[in-house]
């Protein structure tokens, strides 16, 4: 769930051993007959799926496709096989009379579905209804503030922060310091990460990230910018891997995010991990070299929802950008729709534990405590982080100055030229 592109394209390569002796599959190319993708409630939208021939490896394609109508959701209006070869393009129809999205997925029933429905516009597409009318699943608990305030008081009482601040000479060689860092949180637990701060005096911007969801980043990842102090805390409580490799060996697996759900909102994977940033972020902002008026935050996915929490639980930040945030509209599926990642209450079962857990970590509760500048990005054909979910999240923010950047026909990413632009103005304040 990095902000990277993860298409696993379905094409012959993809069908299993002693599958070819089948045609190959189709691919699609999926459009609406609005081109920013926005609809009025109860207004018609009118979806065209074409079908492509690749013929690779000399194979034609062949069989029949399935294409679903619904909301990313339960309410399932079109499902049906269709022969390209004799219906190509397919036109599918369909509108909402309530906020939300309307999706259009194609398939090759003979290979069995991508890890996620989606990629470049050519397996998912979804319009938007009135999304700026989208809210949460369910409403914000009535302690939620209070709960979280609380919480960061206790670790303030009852847990030392022990900074651990190790410069790395070999990694400092050039213009640039590179420091290993890690700070105490609850039960135990360390928070690590790794800092990168410009040798020259004077006071610099800081821009803080947290990954999203998978192994932790290396060494060798963690980013150093000309004229900026650099901040990276991994969400696993682990020292920072050397490579990859150690990073994946590591690696406990992707149901690390429910973790402890079920026993206590204090047991739950994020309580003590955005605890331990928070007062890192606290802490480190500190030093000498920071400018203060110029505290930012910036990630993607797990990271983006990271960010809701941590800049609603910490007021050193100025700006910061959500980028297809997870980690929101968890109860989603209580009524209806797909639940933002990591699915907590579908993976649970619907435990009435999880039920009443979920909503002290949806991002949506913690951005309605947001009133600095910010910007977010989605995809409309986001089958990870469903676009209803990010819009949760998106217009549950208190902030006067806030915009999302929406991407038609894209899954899990955000496009190069949108990072361009959402960099530019995330590091605006930064030029003097």
């Not at 960010?307 to 910061?320: C, D, K």
């Not at 079962?349 to 039920?355: E, H, I, P, Q």
Request: net charge positive; hydrophobic share 40%; with cysteine.
């Amino acid at each position: 769930m990095r902000n990277r592109i993860l298409r696993i394209a379905v094409t012959a390569a993809t069908v299993m051993a002693g599958c070819d002796l089948l045609a190959a599959p189709y691919r699609f190319a999926i459009s609406a007959d609005r081109a920013d993708c926005r609809y009025a409630l109860g207004a018609e939208a009118t979806f065209t799926v074409k079908c492509f021939d690749l013929a690779k490896g000399g194979k034609k394609a062949g069989g029949e496709v399935e294409i679903q109508l619904d909301d990313f959701g339960s309410d399932v209006r079109v499902k049906r096989r269709v022969d390209p070869t004799k219906e190509n393009p397919i036109v599918v129809r369909g509108k909402l009379d309530r906020p939300g999205f309307l999706r259009v997925v194609a398939r090759n029933p003979a290979v069995g579905p991508t890890l996620f429905s989606e990629g470049r516009g050519n397996e998912v597409y979804a319009v938007g209804y009135a999304p700026e009318k989208i809210v949460q699943s369910v409403p914000r608990p009535a302690d939620f503030v209070s709960y979280w305030r609380g919480e960061q008081a206790r670790l303030e009482r009852e847990v030392p922060l022990d900074p651990k601040i190790e410069k790395v000479e070999s990694r400092s060689q050039g213009a640039f310091n590179f420091y290993l860092i890690s700070f105490a949180t609850f039960h135990g637990k360390r928070v690590y990460g790794a800092l990168t701060e410009p040798k020259a005096p004077g006071k610099y911007p800081f821009l803080f990230t947290v990954p999203g969801a998978g192994p932790s980043w290396p060494i060798g990842s963690m980013p150093q910018e000309a004229g900026m102090i650099r901040a990276v805390i991994n969400i696993h409580p682990e020292p920072v891997p050397a490579n990859r490799k150690a990073a994946m060996k590591s690696y406990p697996g992707g149901e690390y995010p429910i973790d402890g759900i079920l026993a206590s909102r204090e047991d739950a994977f994020y309580h003590d991990i955005w605890l331990g940033i928070d007062r890192a972020v606290t802490y480190l902002v500190k030093r000498d070299n920071v400018d203060r008026t110029q505290v930012l935050y910036s990630g993607g996915s797990q990271g983006g929802g990271s960010g809701f929490a941590l800049m609603a639980l910490n007021s050193s930040f100025t700006r910061g950008f959500v980028g297809i945030a997870a980690i929101t509209d968890l109860n989603g599926c209580e009524i209806g729709r797909i639940s933002g990642w990591p699915r907590i209450l579908e993976r649970t079962k619907m435990a009435d534990a999880a039920r009443k857990n979920a909503p002290y970590f949806d991002g949506a509760n913690f951005a309605s405590m947001i009133t600095i500048p910010i910007r977010m990005s989605a995809g409309l054909a986001d089958t990870c982080c469903p676009p209803h979910a990010v819009y949760s999240g998106f217009n549950a923010l208190a902030s006067k100055d806030k915009a999302i950047l929406v991407s038609p026909g894209v899954g899990h990413w955000t496009p190069p030229a949108k990072m361009k632009q959402i960099d530019a103005w995330l590091r605006a304040g930064t030029r003097k």
